[in-house]
């Protein structure tokens, strides 16, 4: 692993972006930023789920299955009309009586209220373009992300928490090596915590038990079979 100011960094096969991954995660949750009652900032807690789900796993592709995290957490972000649980024509027909409103409070003199609607009529035509543009980015964003952006930038994640990029490495050589993957977190403290975690790690565990998948399917299928049991993070590395 190499350590910059800009993140902790391996080069190699799938295996060792899977694995650096998980030990990333692993000293994530060792921090305490998965608590939302800890001692870290609360929103840490999600972002430390988004994490969680978009970092590469044993059993995916980086094509396939990061390249679809990434153009899902790429999404434009709901706007306010969104938010609100409103479609871009309820905002349009909600503007319309306002506007009518307007019109009734001149013919009665209320110049105050009139100009208030009126206002209002605004904000909600503006709220329902600004809706309809952000669901028609939506649709073909994925597309073109997918199929055009992974060719010219890297697989990447952002959140308040970490930031990480996936590169397939043009040096192929008699090493293997196939991928470059740059983790760092975003808080300049916690990143310290990180470090002196990931050199523990590395100190400590002579071998790192990378998690897969697990097939509950077939387990649950044979008559009296129980499916393997979850485990946490702490479980998933050992020393042999």
């Known amino acids: 692993m190499e350590e910059s100011i800009s993140g902790f960094k391996v080069r190699g096969d799938w295996g060792d972006v899977v694995e650096h991954g998980e030990r990333v995660t692993r000293a994530l949750r060792d921090a305490g930023v998965h608590d939302p009652d800890g001692d870290h900032d609360a929103r ?10 978009w970092r590469p796993k044993a059993h995916e592709t980086l094509e396939t299955d990061v390249n679809e995290k990434t153009a899902e957490q790429a ?6 009309g969104e938010k609100a649980g409103k479609r871009p024509d ?14 009734e409070q ?3 003199d209320d110049t105050g209220a009139a100009v208030d609607n009126w206002k209002e009529s605004i904000d909600y035509v503006a709220r329902a373009a600004d809706s309809a543009g952000r669901k028609a ?27 990480a990029n996936i590169q397939q490495s043009t040096r192929g050589g008699n090493n293997g090596e196939r991928f470059v993957f740059e983790v760092n977190v975003n808080d300049d ?25 697990k097939d509950t399917d077939a387990a649950e299928a044979i008559e009296g079979a129980e499916p393997p049991p979850e ?10």
Do not use: C
Not at 137 to 161: G, I, K
């Open 44 to 53: 840490f807690a999600r972002a430390f789920e988004e994490w969680d789900e």
């Open 75 to 80: 999404h434009v972000e709901e706007g306010k």
């Open 90 to 103: 309820e905002d349009i027909k909600t503007a319309g009586e306002k506007l009518s409103e307007s019109y």
């Open 106 to 108: 001149l013919e009665e």
């Open 137 to 163: 980015l939506r649709r073909v964003e994925d597309t073109v992300y997918q199929n055009v952006m992974t060719q010219l930038a890297p697989y990447y994640f952002d959140n308040e928490l970490v930031s």
């Open 189 to 213: 403290v916690l990143k310290d915590d990180i470090s002196e975690l990931l050199a523990e790690y590395e100190d400590e565990i002579d071998r790192w038990h990378v998690e897969v998948e």
């Open 231 to 240: 485990h946490d993070d702490a479980s998933k590395s050992t020393t042999n």
